[in-house]
Protein backbone atom coordinates (compact mmCIF):
# COMPACT_ATOMS: atom_id res chain seq x y z
CA UNK A 1 0.00 0.00 0.00
CA UNK A 2 1.23 3.51 -0.74
CA UNK A 3 0.07 7.15 0.84
CA UNK A 4 -0.33 10.03 -1.72
CA UNK A 5 2.66 12.77 -1.59
CA UNK A 6 1.58 15.82 0.81
CA UNK A 7 0.74 18.80 -1.11
CA UNK A 8 2.63 21.66 -0.15
CA UNK A 9 0.20 24.16 0.16
CA UNK A 10 2.70 27.12 0.49
CA UNK A 11 4.46 26.34 -3.42
CA UNK A 12 1.05 25.75 -5.62
CA UNK A 13 1.02 27.05 -8.85
CA UNK A 14 -0.43 30.71 -8.93
CA UNK A 15 -2.97 29.19 -11.66
CA UNK A 16 -4.30 27.17 -9.27
CA UNK A 17 -4.10 24.17 -11.54
CA UNK A 18 -2.83 21.65 -9.16
CA UNK A 19 -6.71 21.22 -7.26
CA UNK A 20 -8.48 21.12 -11.08
CA UNK A 21 -5.50 17.81 -12.13
CA UNK A 22 -6.27 16.39 -8.23
CA UNK A 23 -10.03 16.06 -9.69
CA UNK A 24 -8.89 14.75 -13.28
CA UNK A 25 -6.91 12.29 -11.71
CA UNK A 26 -9.47 11.27 -9.17
CA UNK A 27 -12.03 10.84 -12.05
CA UNK A 28 -9.97 8.49 -13.05
CA UNK A 29 -10.95 6.25 -10.15
CA UNK A 30 -13.07 3.30 -9.94
CA UNK A 31 -15.30 4.82 -7.41
CA UNK A 32 -17.01 7.54 -9.15
CA UNK A 33 -17.89 5.00 -12.29
CA UNK A 34 -19.54 2.82 -9.57
CA UNK A 35 -21.05 5.47 -8.09
CA UNK A 36 -22.80 6.52 -11.34
CA UNK A 37 -23.85 3.01 -11.96
CA UNK A 38 -25.53 2.62 -9.31
CA UNK A 39 -27.47 6.05 -9.38
CA UNK A 40 -28.09 5.32 -13.31
CA UNK A 41 -29.61 1.89 -12.42
CA UNK A 42 -31.58 3.23 -9.70
CA UNK A 43 -33.16 5.76 -11.22
CA UNK A 44 -34.66 3.21 -13.91
CA UNK A 45 -36.74 1.54 -11.01
CA UNK A 46 -40.32 1.71 -11.14
CA UNK A 47 -42.09 5.07 -9.21
CA UNK A 48 -45.39 6.18 -8.58
CA UNK A 49 -46.65 7.25 -12.25
CA UNK A 50 -45.23 5.56 -15.04
CA UNK A 51 -42.66 7.75 -17.05
CA UNK A 52 -42.42 9.08 -20.76
CA UNK A 53 -38.80 7.18 -22.30
CA UNK A 54 -37.71 11.44 -22.61
CA UNK A 55 -38.73 12.17 -19.08
CA UNK A 56 -37.29 9.03 -17.91
CA UNK A 57 -33.68 9.53 -19.81
CA UNK A 58 -33.53 12.97 -18.63
CA UNK A 59 -33.99 11.18 -14.86
CA UNK A 60 -31.62 8.98 -15.66
CA UNK A 61 -28.77 11.14 -17.10
CA UNK A 62 -28.97 13.45 -14.10
CA UNK A 63 -29.10 10.75 -11.72
CA UNK A 64 -26.39 9.43 -13.41
CA UNK A 65 -23.77 12.50 -13.30
CA UNK A 66 -24.78 13.21 -9.66
CA UNK A 67 -23.61 10.03 -8.66
CA UNK A 68 -20.28 10.27 -10.42
CA UNK A 69 -20.44 13.78 -8.99
CA UNK A 70 -20.65 12.11 -5.47
CA UNK A 71 -18.18 9.63 -6.16
CA UNK A 72 -15.90 12.03 -7.45
CA UNK A 73 -16.12 14.06 -4.21
CA UNK A 74 -15.75 10.81 -2.10
CA UNK A 75 -12.41 10.23 -3.66
CA UNK A 76 -11.29 13.37 -3.01
CA UNK A 77 -12.14 13.12 0.64
CA UNK A 78 -10.18 9.96 0.72
CA UNK A 79 -7.23 11.92 -0.53
CA UNK A 80 -7.96 14.72 1.71
CA UNK A 81 -7.78 12.88 4.75
CA UNK A 82 -4.35 10.84 3.30
CA UNK A 83 -6.01 7.24 3.83
CA UNK A 84 -3.48 4.42 1.88
CA UNK A 85 -4.71 3.88 -1.80
CA UNK A 86 -4.18 0.61 -3.71
CA UNK A 87 -1.12 0.48 -5.69
CA UNK A 88 -0.60 1.05 -9.71
CA UNK A 89 -1.26 -2.15 -9.94
CA UNK A 90 -4.25 -3.34 -7.83
CA UNK A 91 -6.14 -0.03 -9.49
CA UNK A 92 -5.88 -1.55 -12.39
CA UNK A 93 -7.10 -4.83 -11.62
CA UNK A 94 -10.35 -3.21 -9.70
CA UNK A 95 -10.96 -1.12 -12.74
CA UNK A 96 -10.94 -3.81 -14.81
CA UNK A 97 -13.76 -5.65 -12.53
CA UNK A 98 -15.48 -2.29 -11.42
CA UNK A 99 -16.19 -2.09 -15.45
CA UNK A 100 -17.18 -5.12 -16.05
CA UNK A 101 -19.50 -5.27 -13.21
CA UNK A 102 -20.87 -1.92 -13.53
CA UNK A 103 -21.67 -2.96 -17.38
CA UNK A 104 -23.56 -5.91 -16.06
CA UNK A 105 -25.69 -3.49 -13.58
CA UNK A 106 -26.16 -1.14 -16.20
CA UNK A 107 -27.65 -3.78 -18.97
CA UNK A 108 -29.43 -5.55 -16.78
CA UNK A 109 -31.61 -2.65 -15.26
CA UNK A 110 -32.05 -1.49 -18.73
CA UNK A 111 -33.43 -4.60 -19.59
CA UNK A 112 -35.77 -4.57 -16.84
CA UNK A 113 -36.39 -1.13 -17.19
CA UNK A 114 -39.40 -1.60 -19.79
CA UNK A 115 -40.69 -4.57 -17.50
CA UNK A 116 -40.85 -2.72 -14.48
CA UNK A 117 -42.64 0.45 -16.05
CA UNK A 118 -44.97 -1.71 -17.63
CA UNK A 119 -45.83 -2.89 -13.94
CA UNK A 120 -47.20 0.44 -13.60
CA UNK A 121 -48.61 1.20 -16.15
CA UNK A 122 -51.22 -2.28 -15.96
CA UNK A 123 -51.57 -1.34 -12.26
CA UNK A 124 -53.57 2.11 -13.74
CA UNK A 125 -55.08 -0.10 -16.39
CA UNK A 126 -52.79 1.52 -19.23
CA UNK A 127 -51.45 -0.07 -22.42
CA UNK A 128 -47.96 -1.63 -22.27
CA UNK A 129 -45.64 0.78 -24.06
CA UNK A 130 -43.45 -0.86 -26.82
CA UNK A 131 -40.38 -0.52 -29.10
CA UNK A 132 -36.73 0.30 -28.84
CA UNK A 133 -37.18 2.26 -25.14
CA UNK A 134 -34.11 1.17 -23.48
CA UNK A 135 -31.88 1.81 -26.01
CA UNK A 136 -33.45 5.97 -26.65
CA UNK A 137 -33.97 5.88 -22.67
CA UNK A 138 -29.83 5.06 -22.66
CA UNK A 139 -28.69 7.30 -25.80
CA UNK A 140 -30.83 10.46 -23.79
CA UNK A 141 -29.68 9.83 -20.65
CA UNK A 142 -25.89 9.81 -22.19
CA UNK A 143 -26.92 13.31 -23.56
CA UNK A 144 -27.95 14.57 -20.58
CA UNK A 145 -25.16 13.21 -18.46
CA UNK A 146 -22.51 14.93 -21.16
CA UNK A 147 -24.51 18.57 -21.22
CA UNK A 148 -23.99 18.17 -17.21
CA UNK A 149 -20.30 17.25 -17.56
CA UNK A 150 -19.93 20.30 -20.57
CA UNK A 151 -21.56 22.46 -17.60
CA UNK A 152 -19.73 21.11 -14.61
CA UNK A 153 -15.82 21.56 -16.90
CA UNK A 154 -17.30 24.85 -17.46
CA UNK A 155 -17.76 25.83 -13.92
CA UNK A 156 -14.09 24.45 -12.84
CA UNK A 157 -12.90 26.32 -15.74
CA UNK A 158 -14.23 29.69 -14.16
CA UNK A 159 -12.99 28.44 -10.83
CA UNK A 160 -9.05 28.36 -12.49
CA UNK A 161 -9.51 31.58 -13.44
CA UNK A 162 -10.77 32.95 -10.26
CA UNK A 163 -8.29 31.31 -7.90
CA UNK A 164 -5.83 32.40 -9.95
CA UNK A 165 -6.55 35.85 -9.66
CA UNK A 166 -7.38 35.91 -5.96
CA UNK A 167 -3.92 33.78 -5.89
CA UNK A 168 -2.24 37.38 -6.19
CA UNK A 169 -3.65 39.20 -2.82
CA UNK A 170 -5.11 35.86 -0.73
CA UNK A 171 -3.25 32.81 0.77
CA UNK A 172 -4.05 29.54 -0.85
CA UNK A 173 -6.35 27.65 0.70
CA UNK A 174 -8.26 31.45 1.27
CA UNK A 175 -8.41 32.02 -2.58
CA UNK A 176 -9.84 28.85 -3.03
CA UNK A 177 -12.72 29.09 -0.85
CA UNK A 178 -13.17 32.71 -2.15
CA UNK A 179 -13.06 31.80 -5.75
CA UNK A 180 -15.49 29.02 -4.73
CA UNK A 181 -17.65 31.57 -3.21
CA UNK A 182 -17.64 33.83 -6.07
CA UNK A 183 -18.15 31.13 -9.03
CA UNK A 184 -21.47 29.54 -7.27
CA UNK A 185 -22.63 33.24 -7.38
CA UNK A 186 -21.67 34.12 -10.78
CA UNK A 187 -23.34 30.42 -12.07
CA UNK A 188 -26.24 30.78 -9.38
CA UNK A 189 -26.78 34.83 -11.17
CA UNK A 190 -26.81 33.08 -14.24
CA UNK A 191 -29.53 30.60 -14.05
CA UNK A 192 -31.68 32.74 -11.92
CA UNK A 193 -31.32 36.04 -13.23
CA UNK A 194 -30.86 34.84 -17.13
CA UNK A 195 -32.48 31.56 -17.39
CA UNK A 196 -34.99 31.24 -14.95
CA UNK A 197 -36.20 34.64 -15.06
CA UNK A 198 -36.27 34.24 -18.81
CA UNK A 199 -38.15 31.45 -19.30
CA UNK A 200 -40.52 32.63 -16.60
CA UNK A 201 -41.43 35.55 -18.33
CA UNK A 202 -41.79 33.54 -21.42
CA UNK A 203 -44.68 31.34 -19.31
CA UNK A 204 -46.29 34.09 -18.22
CA UNK A 205 -46.66 35.92 -21.45
CA UNK A 206 -48.27 32.42 -22.97
CA UNK A 207 -50.25 31.58 -19.72
CA UNK A 208 -51.86 35.06 -20.36
CA UNK A 209 -52.68 34.63 -24.09
CA UNK A 210 -54.28 31.62 -22.96
CA UNK A 211 -56.21 32.86 -19.78
CA UNK A 212 -57.57 35.35 -22.28
CA UNK A 213 -58.82 33.61 -25.31
CA UNK A 214 -62.32 33.33 -25.74
CA UNK A 215 -63.21 30.02 -27.52
CA UNK A 216 -65.00 31.10 -31.07
CA UNK A 217 -68.35 28.28 -30.13
CA UNK A 218 -68.09 29.58 -26.28
CA UNK A 219 -70.89 32.21 -25.92
CA UNK A 220 -72.36 33.67 -22.37
CA UNK A 221 -74.61 31.29 -21.07
CA UNK A 222 -77.89 32.62 -21.41
CA UNK A 223 -79.99 33.09 -17.82
CA UNK A 224 -77.27 30.99 -16.20
CA UNK A 225 -79.05 31.41 -12.41
CA UNK A 226 -78.42 35.15 -13.48
CA UNK A 227 -75.01 34.73 -12.92
CA UNK A 228 -74.19 36.31 -16.36
CA UNK A 229 -75.86 38.43 -18.24
CA UNK A 230 -77.37 41.99 -18.56
CA UNK A 231 -77.78 42.62 -15.36
CA UNK A 232 -74.42 40.75 -13.81
CA UNK A 233 -71.86 42.51 -11.77
CA UNK A 234 -69.28 40.19 -13.63
CA UNK A 235 -68.17 40.96 -17.55
CA UNK A 236 -67.86 38.00 -18.91
CA UNK A 237 -64.60 39.13 -20.74
CA UNK A 238 -62.98 39.54 -17.59
CA UNK A 239 -63.36 35.87 -16.23
CA UNK A 240 -60.62 34.22 -18.13
CA UNK A 241 -60.46 31.36 -20.01
CA UNK A 242 -61.22 28.84 -16.87
CA UNK A 243 -63.85 30.96 -15.11
CA UNK A 244 -65.86 30.90 -18.51
CA UNK A 245 -65.58 27.10 -18.56
CA UNK A 246 -66.34 26.97 -15.23
CA UNK A 247 -70.25 29.27 -15.13
CA UNK A 248 -70.61 27.73 -19.27
CA UNK A 249 -70.29 24.29 -18.08
CA UNK A 250 -71.54 21.58 -16.20
CA UNK A 251 -75.26 20.40 -15.27
CA UNK A 252 -78.29 22.26 -16.96
CA UNK A 253 -81.18 22.41 -16.08
CA UNK A 254 -82.31 20.45 -18.44
CA UNK A 255 -79.43 17.89 -17.52
CA UNK A 256 -80.47 17.30 -13.68
CA UNK A 257 -84.91 17.06 -15.01
CA UNK A 258 -83.95 14.42 -17.45
CA UNK A 259 -82.38 12.11 -15.01
CA UNK A 260 -83.91 12.94 -11.82
CA UNK A 261 -87.54 12.85 -14.23
CA UNK A 262 -88.94 15.75 -12.76
CA UNK A 263 -88.70 19.41 -12.62
CA UNK A 264 -84.84 20.73 -11.21
CA UNK A 265 -83.44 24.01 -11.27
CA UNK A 266 -80.05 24.54 -12.45
CA UNK A 267 -77.24 24.83 -10.29
CA UNK A 268 -75.37 28.30 -9.93
CA UNK A 269 -71.78 29.31 -10.46
CA UNK A 270 -70.12 32.68 -9.41
CA UNK A 271 -66.95 33.28 -11.13
CA UNK A 272 -64.65 36.23 -10.19
CA UNK A 273 -61.88 36.39 -12.53
CA UNK A 274 -58.32 37.89 -12.19
CA UNK A 275 -59.39 41.12 -14.72
CA UNK A 276 -62.36 41.73 -12.84
CA UNK A 277 -61.15 43.90 -10.02
CA UNK A 278 -57.50 44.64 -9.32
CA UNK A 279 -57.16 43.40 -5.71
CA UNK A 280 -58.21 40.44 -4.28
CA UNK A 281 -59.94 42.24 -1.57
CA UNK A 282 -61.85 44.04 -4.21
CA UNK A 283 -62.34 40.51 -6.30
CA UNK A 284 -63.80 38.88 -2.70
CA UNK A 285 -66.13 42.00 -2.44
CA UNK A 286 -67.32 41.63 -6.04
CA UNK A 287 -67.91 37.92 -5.59
CA UNK A 288 -69.52 38.41 -2.20
CA UNK A 289 -71.85 41.07 -3.89
CA UNK A 290 -72.78 38.67 -7.39
CA UNK A 291 -73.18 35.78 -4.99
CA UNK A 292 -76.31 38.01 -3.01
CA UNK A 293 -77.16 39.34 -6.64
CA UNK A 294 -77.97 35.80 -8.04
CA UNK A 295 -79.15 34.12 -4.88
CA UNK A 296 -76.60 32.02 -3.83
CA UNK A 297 -77.38 32.10 -0.14
CA UNK A 298 -80.98 31.15 -1.25
CA UNK A 299 -79.76 27.70 -1.84
CA UNK A 300 -79.66 24.90 0.68
CA UNK A 301 -75.60 23.87 -0.07
CA UNK A 302 -72.77 26.41 -0.52
CA UNK A 303 -69.47 25.76 -1.85
CA UNK A 304 -66.88 28.27 -1.42
CA UNK A 305 -63.96 26.78 -3.63
CA UNK A 306 -60.94 27.79 -4.59
CA UNK A 307 -59.06 27.00 -7.97
CA UNK A 308 -55.92 25.60 -8.92
CA UNK A 309 -52.80 28.45 -10.37
CA UNK A 310 -54.38 28.35 -13.49
CA UNK A 311 -58.09 29.28 -11.92
CA UNK A 312 -59.19 25.66 -13.11
CA UNK A 313 -62.22 23.99 -10.97
CA UNK A 314 -61.76 20.49 -11.84
CA UNK A 315 -65.64 19.89 -12.73
CA UNK A 316 -65.69 16.18 -11.61
CA UNK A 317 -65.97 17.88 -8.32
CA UNK A 318 -68.69 20.47 -8.87
CA UNK A 319 -70.63 18.28 -11.19
CA UNK A 320 -70.92 15.28 -9.04
CA UNK A 321 -72.31 17.57 -5.60
CA UNK A 322 -74.49 19.74 -8.25
CA UNK A 323 -76.41 16.33 -9.01
CA UNK A 324 -76.11 14.92 -5.59
CA UNK A 325 -78.32 17.83 -4.23
CA UNK A 326 -80.28 18.21 -7.21
CA UNK A 327 -79.21 21.77 -8.38
CA UNK A 328 -80.04 23.61 -4.64
CA UNK A 329 -76.52 24.37 -4.73
CA UNK A 330 -74.35 27.49 -5.55
CA UNK A 331 -70.73 27.60 -5.79
CA UNK A 332 -68.16 30.75 -5.84
CA UNK A 333 -64.94 30.86 -6.86
CA UNK A 334 -62.25 33.87 -7.92
CA UNK A 335 -59.11 33.81 -9.90
CA UNK A 336 -55.51 34.61 -8.44
CA UNK A 337 -53.66 33.52 -11.02
CA UNK A 338 -52.96 32.24 -14.32
CA UNK A 339 -50.12 30.41 -14.34
CA UNK A 340 -50.36 26.46 -13.66
CA UNK A 341 -49.75 25.25 -10.22
CA UNK A 342 -46.55 24.86 -9.97
CA UNK A 343 -45.12 27.41 -11.41
CA UNK A 344 -47.86 29.95 -9.34
CA UNK A 345 -46.54 27.87 -6.14
CA UNK A 346 -42.79 29.39 -7.31
CA UNK A 347 -43.80 32.74 -8.05
CA UNK A 348 -47.28 33.78 -6.94
CA UNK A 349 -47.55 31.60 -3.80
CA UNK A 350 -49.20 34.68 -1.41
CA UNK A 351 -51.39 35.71 -3.90
CA UNK A 352 -53.31 32.68 -4.03
CA UNK A 353 -53.10 32.37 -0.07
CA UNK A 354 -54.20 36.25 0.15
CA UNK A 355 -57.29 36.02 -2.83
CA UNK A 356 -58.43 32.70 -0.54
CA UNK A 357 -58.24 34.53 2.87
CA UNK A 358 -60.03 37.58 1.08
CA UNK A 359 -62.72 35.21 -0.02
CA UNK A 360 -63.17 33.19 2.73
CA UNK A 361 -63.74 36.27 4.68
CA UNK A 362 -66.22 37.80 2.69
CA UNK A 363 -68.02 35.07 1.54
CA UNK A 364 -68.20 33.75 5.80
CA UNK A 365 -68.48 36.84 7.13
CA UNK A 366 -71.80 37.40 5.43
CA UNK A 367 -72.64 33.52 5.89
CA UNK A 368 -72.24 33.88 9.57
CA UNK A 369 -74.56 37.16 9.72
CA UNK A 370 -77.72 35.23 8.24
CA UNK A 371 -79.88 33.16 10.30
CA UNK A 372 -78.65 29.80 11.71
CA UNK A 373 -82.07 28.50 10.27
CA UNK A 374 -82.28 29.72 7.33
CA UNK A 375 -78.75 29.92 5.54
CA UNK A 376 -77.50 27.41 3.01
CA UNK A 377 -75.12 24.57 4.78
CA UNK A 378 -71.44 26.13 3.77
CA UNK A 379 -68.45 24.07 2.40
CA UNK A 380 -64.90 24.69 1.49
CA UNK A 381 -63.33 22.89 -1.80
CA UNK A 382 -60.11 22.75 -3.34
CA UNK A 383 -57.85 20.87 -5.56
CA UNK A 384 -54.28 20.80 -5.29
CA UNK A 385 -52.89 24.12 -5.18
CA UNK A 386 -56.24 25.24 -4.42
CA UNK A 387 -56.73 22.66 -1.64
CA UNK A 388 -53.39 24.18 0.00
CA UNK A 389 -54.61 27.80 -0.37
CA UNK A 390 -58.09 26.98 1.16
CA UNK A 391 -56.48 25.31 4.30
CA UNK A 392 -54.44 29.03 4.63
CA UNK A 393 -57.78 30.31 4.29
CA UNK A 394 -59.38 30.59 7.84
CA UNK A 395 -58.20 30.98 11.44
CA UNK A 396 -59.26 27.89 13.35
CA UNK A 397 -59.80 30.52 16.44
CA UNK A 398 -61.55 32.80 14.20
CA UNK A 399 -64.67 30.38 13.39
CA UNK A 400 -64.48 28.07 16.48
CA UNK A 401 -67.71 29.49 17.88
CA UNK A 402 -69.66 29.07 14.61
CA UNK A 403 -68.03 27.04 12.22
CA UNK A 404 -68.90 26.03 8.17
CA UNK A 405 -69.69 23.03 7.98
CA UNK A 406 -66.72 20.90 6.43
CA UNK A 407 -63.91 20.99 3.64
CA UNK A 408 -63.56 18.27 1.02
CA UNK A 409 -59.54 18.79 -0.13
CA UNK A 410 -58.59 16.49 -2.97
CA UNK A 411 -55.34 16.05 -3.76
CA UNK A 412 -53.87 18.24 -0.96
CA UNK A 413 -49.96 19.14 -1.41
CA UNK A 414 -47.38 17.88 0.58
CA UNK A 415 -46.60 21.53 2.32
CA UNK A 416 -50.76 21.60 3.43
CA UNK A 417 -50.20 22.03 7.13
CA UNK A 418 -53.69 20.60 8.16
CA UNK A 419 -52.95 17.78 6.42
CA UNK A 420 -49.39 17.27 7.50
CA UNK A 421 -50.33 17.24 11.27
CA UNK A 422 -53.53 14.68 10.95
CA UNK A 423 -50.93 12.18 8.90
CA UNK A 424 -48.04 12.86 11.34
CA UNK A 425 -50.28 11.84 14.18
CA UNK A 426 -51.93 9.44 12.23
CA UNK A 427 -53.42 6.23 15.08
CA UNK A 428 -50.97 3.47 15.12
CA UNK A 429 -51.28 0.63 12.69
CA UNK A 430 -53.46 3.05 9.80
CA UNK A 431 -51.06 3.33 6.92
CA UNK A 432 -49.62 6.79 5.61
CA UNK A 433 -51.66 6.96 2.56
CA UNK A 434 -55.31 6.21 3.93
CA UNK A 435 -54.71 6.81 7.83
CA UNK A 436 -56.83 7.33 10.62
CA UNK A 437 -57.01 10.55 12.82
CA UNK A 438 -57.84 10.40 16.58
CA UNK A 439 -61.82 8.85 16.63
CA UNK A 440 -62.73 10.49 12.79
CA UNK A 441 -65.57 12.71 14.05
CA UNK A 442 -63.41 15.55 12.49
CA UNK A 443 -60.94 14.30 9.89
CA UNK A 444 -61.13 11.95 7.64
CA UNK A 445 -59.10 10.21 4.90
CA UNK A 446 -60.59 8.96 1.24
CA UNK A 447 -59.53 7.58 -1.71
CA UNK A 448 -61.02 5.29 -4.87
CA UNK A 449 -61.91 2.58 -2.29
CA UNK A 450 -63.84 5.18 -0.20
CA UNK A 451 -63.16 6.54 3.08
CA UNK A 452 -61.16 5.09 5.71
CA UNK A 453 -63.55 3.19 8.23
CA UNK A 454 -63.77 4.83 11.57
CA UNK A 455 -66.32 3.44 14.53
CA UNK A 456 -67.78 7.27 15.89
CA UNK A 457 -69.87 9.64 14.12
CA UNK A 458 -69.08 12.46 12.25
CA UNK A 459 -69.31 15.87 14.18
CA UNK A 460 -70.99 18.89 12.96
CA UNK A 461 -67.94 20.34 11.47
CA UNK A 462 -66.07 17.97 8.94
CA UNK A 463 -62.65 17.82 7.10
CA UNK A 464 -62.23 15.54 4.43
CA UNK A 465 -58.96 14.77 2.38
CA UNK A 466 -59.69 12.99 -0.90
CA UNK A 467 -56.03 11.49 -1.95
CA UNK A 468 -54.64 8.73 -3.99
CA UNK A 469 -51.88 6.45 -3.27
CA UNK A 470 -49.98 6.74 -6.10
CA UNK A 471 -50.05 11.22 -6.50
CA UNK A 472 -47.00 12.37 -6.32
CA UNK A 473 -47.79 15.87 -5.40
CA UNK A 474 -49.47 14.45 -2.31
CA UNK A 475 -46.85 12.24 -1.00
CA UNK A 476 -43.40 13.93 -1.90
CA UNK A 477 -41.40 14.70 0.90
CA UNK A 478 -37.82 15.84 0.59
CA UNK A 479 -36.50 13.77 3.73
CA UNK A 480 -36.88 10.69 1.14
CA UNK A 481 -33.83 11.97 -0.12
CA UNK A 482 -32.27 10.28 3.01
CA UNK A 483 -35.20 8.02 4.69
CA UNK A 484 -37.66 5.93 3.86
CA UNK A 485 -41.14 7.47 3.52
CA UNK A 486 -43.91 5.84 5.25
CA UNK A 487 -46.35 5.60 3.13
CA UNK A 488 -43.81 2.84 0.75
CA UNK A 489 -44.18 0.58 4.10
CA UNK A 490 -46.31 -2.47 4.15
CA UNK A 491 -49.06 -2.81 3.49
CA UNK A 492 -49.14 -0.03 0.10
CA UNK A 493 -51.55 2.10 -1.47
CA UNK A 494 -53.95 -0.04 -3.95
CA UNK A 495 -51.89 1.92 -6.80
CA UNK A 496 -48.78 1.34 -5.95
CA UNK A 497 -46.65 -1.24 -7.38
CA UNK A 498 -44.83 -3.41 -4.90
CA UNK A 499 -41.57 -3.04 -7.70
CA UNK A 500 -40.73 0.42 -5.97
CA UNK A 501 -38.35 0.61 -3.65
CA UNK A 502 -36.42 3.46 -2.01
CA UNK A 503 -33.27 4.70 -2.67
CA UNK A 504 -31.35 7.61 -1.03
CA UNK A 505 -31.18 10.97 -2.96
CA UNK A 506 -32.70 9.04 -6.15
CA UNK A 507 -36.20 8.46 -5.38
CA UNK A 508 -36.59 11.78 -4.11
CA UNK A 509 -35.47 12.74 -7.61
CA UNK A 510 -37.92 9.82 -9.16
CA UNK A 511 -41.06 11.37 -7.37
CA UNK A 512 -40.01 14.86 -7.84
CA UNK A 513 -40.38 14.01 -11.75
CA UNK A 514 -43.34 12.34 -11.38
CA UNK A 515 -44.86 15.52 -9.69
CA UNK A 516 -43.57 18.13 -12.41
CA UNK A 517 -44.08 16.00 -15.49
CA UNK A 518 -46.41 12.70 -14.33
CA UNK A 519 -49.12 11.64 -15.72
CA UNK A 520 -51.85 9.23 -15.06
CA UNK A 521 -55.05 8.32 -16.20
CA UNK A 522 -58.78 9.38 -14.48
CA UNK A 523 -58.50 7.34 -11.01
CA UNK A 524 -54.72 7.32 -10.33
CA UNK A 525 -51.79 9.86 -9.46
CA UNK A 526 -53.26 13.48 -9.36
CA UNK A 527 -56.20 12.75 -11.09
CA UNK A 528 -59.29 12.22 -9.37
CA UNK A 529 -62.40 10.72 -10.91
CA UNK A 530 -66.15 11.76 -10.56
CA UNK A 531 -66.57 8.67 -8.65
CA UNK A 532 -64.34 9.77 -6.13
CA UNK A 533 -65.64 12.77 -5.63
CA UNK A 534 -69.14 11.13 -5.25
CA UNK A 535 -68.08 8.93 -2.26
CA UNK A 536 -66.50 11.69 -0.56
CA UNK A 537 -69.20 14.19 -1.08
CA UNK A 538 -71.88 11.53 0.27
CA UNK A 539 -70.14 11.15 2.94
CA UNK A 540 -69.30 14.60 3.81
CA UNK A 541 -72.49 16.82 3.06
CA UNK A 542 -75.20 13.26 3.62
CA UNK A 543 -77.65 14.36 0.56
CA UNK A 544 -81.36 12.89 1.00
CA UNK A 545 -82.77 10.45 -0.79
CA UNK A 546 -79.96 8.75 -2.03
CA UNK A 547 -79.62 4.89 -1.61
CA UNK A 548 -77.31 2.07 -2.96
CA UNK A 549 -78.79 1.92 -6.01
CA UNK A 550 -79.61 5.38 -6.38
CA UNK A 551 -75.91 6.33 -6.44
CA UNK A 552 -74.89 3.38 -8.59
CA UNK A 553 -77.12 4.85 -11.31
CA UNK A 554 -74.62 8.56 -10.76
CA UNK A 555 -71.68 6.47 -10.99
CA UNK A 556 -72.22 4.64 -14.17
CA UNK A 557 -74.31 8.46 -15.18
CA UNK A 558 -70.32 9.99 -15.15
CA UNK A 559 -68.98 6.43 -15.82
CA UNK A 560 -70.15 7.16 -19.45
CA UNK A 561 -68.53 10.71 -20.03
CA UNK A 562 -72.10 12.51 -19.59
CA UNK A 563 -70.18 14.96 -17.54
CA UNK A 564 -66.48 14.29 -17.68
Given at each position: ?373 SRPRLFLHGLS ?180
Amino acid sequence: MSTPAEADTNHQSPSGSDCPGILRRYSSWPFPVVMASIFFAASLAPSLLPRPTAVQGLLSGLSLALGYGLGVLGVWLWHYLQIPTASAGWQRRIGKISAVACGLIILTFLWKSSTWQNSVRELMGMEPSAGARPLLLALLAGLTFGLLLLAARLFRRVFRLFVSFLHRFLPPRVSYLAGLAVTILVFWTAINGVLLRSALRVADRSFQQLDALIEPDMDPPPQFGGAIGSRSLVEWKDLGRQGRLFVSSGPTADDLSAFFGTPTPAPLRIYVGLHSASTADERADLALRELIRAGGFERSILVLATPTGTGWIDPGALDTVEYLHRGDIASVAAQYSYLNSPLALLTEAAYGAEMAEAMFARIYGYWRSLPRDSRPRLFLHGLSLGAFNSDLSFNLFDIIDDPFDGALWSGPPYRTETWRKATAQRNPGSPAWLPTFRDGSVVRFANQQGLQKVDSDWGHFRLVFLQHASDPITFFDPAMMWREPSWMQSPRGPDVTPDLRWFPVVTSLQVAADMIVGTAPTGFGHEMAPADYIEAWVALTEPEGWGIHELQRLREHFHHGVHP
